[in-house]
């Protein structure tokens, strides 16, 4: 028909490509350091121990019913506590609007569109660089987008004096996204004092800050430690909003289980908010998935398996080499090996068996 003539193919996403190519080279010797999954030291997807044992205890339990609008109430409190907090005062006064997302990307997506919504003439302020597909949610959901500095290239660390410029030069009430931990791509994170500064001048501007959480435990190998960003900014008294994900921390990646929250003046304010939120839930896809809801909560309320998750949430994914695209396409043109151009390695795709070879060919390119 000629209804689709005009449609072009899309540019391929600069992320999952990486994956499409390491797929189509018949050389035994490739390597994928691209894909942000865990893998193990065979180069095989890994299913977290405390998972399978989740799937064991609600296996023949499951029913097919719907979740409600705003998902599992059991996982999004569990995965509140995470976030906020054990004990959070926050929690027990019901100030936070929070409903379970697609995963991460579903919860800055929601988050993208309340705020369009709500703030219509609102921008984002969005590091340099970032996960690239923070540019596409935040362009699909009509908010203009400006730039922050963040990564600093000749350190190899956090530009923070530009950072803090740029939030003072940023008109006042401006929207942060802030990486709340293990920054990807470049994993480099403000140490806690520069956090306690950027929390302080986020607050004298009246900015909002949007934490996006998607490696909770995997910067210092502890979830606890890993909302330390989180809990300065509550400390200092924030309103702030946060997308968390179980793609990697438990290994949930195609489970599509994450949650996004909205922390409010109090529970009146919530409640709004987290109406309005599965407003925006409901035409786009009515309620989320309810397989990867029911291990969460599985796992989280129980302390033996909480216990084991813990163990088992090892520790770094990311590592910013500092190779530059060119000596990237040497990598994948004369040694098969696939990441993408910023030079950002995969940690999990580096292997006893393949450690050797890679690290043989990044001093080839790099000498
Ligand atoms: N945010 C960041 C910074 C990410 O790196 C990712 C995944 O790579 C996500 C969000 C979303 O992942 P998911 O939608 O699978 O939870």
């Given at each position: 028909s000629s209804w689709w003539r005009s449609v072009q193919p899309a540019p391929k996403d600069p992320i999952l490509g990486v994956t499409e190519a390491f797929l189509a080279?018949?050389?035994?010797d490739k390597v994928n350091v691209g894909v942000g999954a865990y893998r193990d030291d065979n180069g095989k997807p890994v299913v977290l121990e405390c998972v399978r044992e989740a799937e064991r205890r609600i296996a023949g339990n499951l029913n097919m019913e719907y979740l409600p609008m705003g998902g599992s109430v059991k996982m999004v409190e569990e995965t509140l506590k995470l976030a906020y907090g054990e004990n959070s005062e926050l929690i027990k006064e019901k100030r936070i609007a929070a409903v379970q997302a697609l995963s991460g990307t579903g919860a800055c997506r929601l988050f993208a569109d309340f705020q369009k919504h709500f703030c219509p003439d609102s921008q984002i302020y969005i590091p340099v660089p970032t996960w690239a597909n923070h540019h596409n949610i935040w362009r699909d959901a009509q908010v203009p987008q400006k730039t922050y500095h963040y990564y600093h290239p000749e350190s190899k660390g956090l530009d923070f004096a530009a950072m803090i410029d740029d939030i003072k030069n940023a008109p006042n009430g401006s929207f942060f996204l802030l990486?709340?931990?293990?920054?990807?791509?470049?994993?480099v994170d403000p140490s806690e004092e520069q956090w306690r500064e950027i929390s302080h001048h986020i607050k004298a501007k009246g900015h909002f800050a949007f934490f996006?959480?998607?490696?909770?435990?995997?910067?210092?190998?502890d979830p606890e430690k890993d909302a330390k960003a989180i809990r300065i900014f509550l400390e200092d008294g924030h309103h702030i909003g946060i997308a968390q994900s179980y793609a990697k921390n438990m290994g949930?990646?195609?489970?599509r289980v994450g949650c996004l929250s909205v922390l409010c003046e109090d529970e009146k304010q919530a409640v709004a908010v987290k109406s309005q939120l599965q407003q925006l839930a409901r035409p786009m896809y009515s309620n989320p998935p309810v397989h990867g809801a029911l291990i969460v909560s599985t796992i989280l309320s129980d302390p033996d398996l909480k216990k084991q998750w813990l163990k088992e949430v090892k520790i770094g994914m990311f590592?910013?080499?500092?190779?530059?695209p060119e000596q990237v396409d040497r990598l994948t043109n004369e040694f098969h090996i696939y990441m993408t151009r910023n030079g950002r390695i995969s940690m999990a795709g580096v292997t006893t068996g393949n450690v050797k070879y890679l690290a043989n060919a990044i001093h080839e390119v790099t000498k």
């Open positions: 080279d018949q050389s035994p990486h709340a931990c293990a920054h990807n791509p470049t994993g996006d959480m998607a490696y909770q435990g995997f910067a210092s190998g949930l990646y195609g489970q590592c910013y080499s500092g190779l530059t």
